[in-house]
T-cell receptor
């Protein structure tokens, strides 16, 4: 079945450091890929998405490129801020005959220290 | 707009008790989902609905039932709670043709 594997955390970085969180996926079809962010005590929010191979999703300085050949969707940011501290989830959306289903990775906790 | 709301925010149950979690959305979304979030396991889909009056099983449906009698509401029921159902439960909704899920704030359930 479909699944998402993402880098285990926690990750601790200094402010302005470069961030990479790895995500790979397994899917039978042609899924859409997402990164969601969860701040403490809140629900998940969509950070960025890519709907087909070679698409690049970007938002708030974060980027991820849909790589079909390596089945990957790694999240990157050039210079992190304290406000980026959160848990990041990689997810895929598969369309089945009963509708859209989403599969989430286990989440990577990021802490940015001043 | 309130977006997606969940009731209650916290609940403690004894083993064997029953309860219903309510999810409500005011965005006229077709799809609604119930997930549970456990440490080290991310979010796992329990049940979902593609429209009023429909439901479908997700990855971990056992021990839960759902109903979508009205488009704006999606109820998650636990008939006989077990300690293994201690978790944080998130509801989400999505427009029929859209990609983004909108999540509620979560319900923290403890079963003793």
């Amino acid at each position: 079945g479909d699944s998402v594997t993402q880098m285990e955390g926690p990750v601790t970085l200094s402010e302005e450091a470069f961030l990479t969180i790895n995500c790979t996926y397994t899917a039978t079809g042609y899924p859409s890929l997402f990164w969601y962010v969860q701040y403490p005590g809140e629900g998940l929010q969509l950070l960025l998405k890519a709907t087909k191979a070679d698409d690049k999703g970007s938002n708030k300085g974060f980027e991820a490129t849909y790589r079909k050949e390596t089945t990957s969707f790694h999240l990157e940011k050039g210079s992190v801020q304290v406000s980026d501290s959160a848990v990041y989830f990689c997810a895929l959306r598969e369309t089945t005959n009963t509708g859209n289903q989403f599969y989430f990775g286990t989440g990577t906790s990021l802490t940015v220290i001043p | 707009n309130a977006g997606v709301t969940q009731t209650p925010k916290f609940r403690v149950l004894k083993t064997g008790q029953s309860m219903t979690l309510l999810c409500a959305q005011d965005m006229n979304h077709e799809y609604m989902y119930w997930y549970r979030q456990d440490p080290g396991m991310g979010l796992r889909l329990i049940h979902y609905s593609v429209g009023e009056g429909t439901t479908a099983k997700g990855e971990v449906p056992d021990g839960y039932n759902v109903s979508r009698l009205k488009k704006q509401n999606f109820l998650l029921g636990l008939e006989s709670a077990a300690p293994s159902q201690t978790s944080v439960y998130f509801c989400a909704s999505k427009p029929g043709q859209g990609y983004e899920q909108y999540f509620g704030p979560g319900t923290r359930l403890t079963v003793t």
